[in-house]
């Protein structure tokens, strides 16, 4: 009960001079300034009333008045929200008390070097305010040091604080803005830490989303600072396929239960794809496209392609029919020279163009349903571990008459 207590407190603290269009930082500032000014005024309330009590009531109303002015500064904010208005009167005031209340005890050995506390100044301006414009405070306080100095024998010698009171004074000065300094610190480094680390939780989600769009290789160029990605490989493999009826079956099932069935399909599709090593290209509506031997090339892109196209047939054949008809596809593979790159600014993609990309969806399309259909150079590059079967010359649109195989299995 008692830290829930605490926290609505703080919480409250934190809503103090709150606007909705501040950024995390200017949050974080506001907050620690509200946090800061009521410890600053207990103290001052604290001193002010020891002061009177042990007989120097002038010395004792300076810290008061700084309480009350301060307090009031603090309401003020909550109503107003003028940050500039109450981050520079709060400086003042811890910047001016301080050496105001030394003179009327007596100079710095018998104040206690309350004057510490104005030191708070510019260390709260390095916090608070720009920082260019902390060097001002700091030198505002280092002349009024300098002027408490130069007034120092024209200030009275003794005062009706004894010599252990003046001791304890000393300890409690000193202790009392260490430890608000080292709160501070404290609190604006676990903030700022805070902050830092929700922030590294949204690269690392942006990182995630943006190696879910593209290669890994090609996301660190464009973090990298290239402006234009595109590369020639010499000899790359391209796999389409596609899912034979999707028109007809779109028509028979419900929207959900369509997107929910090629989301089944496709996320397995994609954990073959992982699997394998091989890059996704894209999807559209029942079309999938595969590439292996890019971004990072590699000798046996066809043959990997060609696993891969075999183990989708297997899994394809395992899957319930669907109205009694079972769900096939047709799978195209071709292998040569292709260029890859990323277009775009914004739903940028990596993509692949060339006549080998057409080649294979020309090899999907004019397929047989439930059979992988490949060009003569990708049989060239798989023929001594895969079995193939000739399916002759075959009129490919754009291309004219060209031989072609249909990929039965790996050899034993």
């Not at 720009?130 to 002027?147: D, E, H």
């Not at 200030?155 to 001791?167: D, E, F, K, M, S």
């Not at 690269?203 to 160029?221: C, F, M, T």
Request: charge should be positive; include cysteine.
């Amino acid at each position: 009960m008692l830290s829930l207590d605490f926290q609505s407190v703080t919480d409250l603290l934190a809503r103090i001079g709150a606007d909705p269009g501040d950024d995390a930082d200017t949050r974080l500032q506001k907050a620690l300034l509200v946090r800061g000014s009521l410890m600053f005024i207990l103290a001052g309330a604290l001193w002010g009333l020891a002061y009177i009590a042990l007989g120097e009531p002038l010395a004792g109303y300076i810290p008061l008045s700084y309480a009350l002015v301060s307090l009031l500064s603090v309401s003020l904010f909550a109503f107003t929200r003028r940050y500039l208005f109450f981050r520079t009167s709060q400086l003042i005031l811890i910047l001016l008390l301080p050496g105001i209340l030394m003179i009327a005890l007596g100079g710095f050995i018998n104040s206690s070097a309350v004057i510490m506390w104005s030191l708070i100044s510019p260390f709260g301006a390095l916090l608070f305010d720009v920082p260019r414009r902390a060097p001002l405070w700091l030198g505002a306080y280092l002349a009024m040091l300098a002027t408490s100095g130069f007034l120092q024998p024209h200030v009275r010698l003794v005062n009706n604080l004894n010599l252990g009171t003046i001791t304890v004074f000393f300890v409690l000065n000193i202790g009392a803005v260490s430890t608000i300094a080292f709160i501070l610190v404290s609190y604006f480094i676990g903030q700022k830490n805070q902050i830092l680390g929700l922030l590294h939780l949204e690269q690392v989600k942006s990182e995630s989303l943006l190696l879910n769009v593209l290669p890994g290789q090609v996301a660190a160029r464009l973090k990298g600072g290239e402006r234009i990605i595109a590369d020639h490989f010499s000899s790359a493999s391209i796999l389409f396929a596609d899912l034979v009826g999707f028109t007809p079956l779109s028509a028979r099932l419900p929207p959900v239960k369509m997107v929910e069935l090629l989301n089944e399909i496709y996320s397995h599709f994609d954990s073959l794809v992982d699997k394998y090593g091989v890059e996704k290209i894209r999807t559209i509506g029942d079309n999938y496209m595969v590439a292996a031997g890019l971004p990072k090339r590699r000798p046996d892109h066809a043959r990997v392609l060609a696993r891969l196209a075999l183990e989708m047939n297997v899994y394809l054949a395992r899957l319930v029919p669907i109205h009694g008809e079972r769900l096939s596809f047709r799978i195209g593979i071709n292998s040569g020279p292709v260029i890859a790159g990323v277009i775009g600014h914004k739903k940028f993609s990596y993509d692949v163009w060339g006549d080998t990309v057409n080649t294979a969806s020309r090899m999907e399309s004019q397929g047989e349903p439930g059979k992988i259909q490949i060009t003569h150079a990708t049989y060239e590059l798989i023929k001594d571990e895969f079995v193939c079967k000739p399916r002759g010359k075959l009129a490919i649109k754009g291309k004219g008459s060209m031989e072609t195989w249909f990929l039965i299995g790996q050899k034993a």
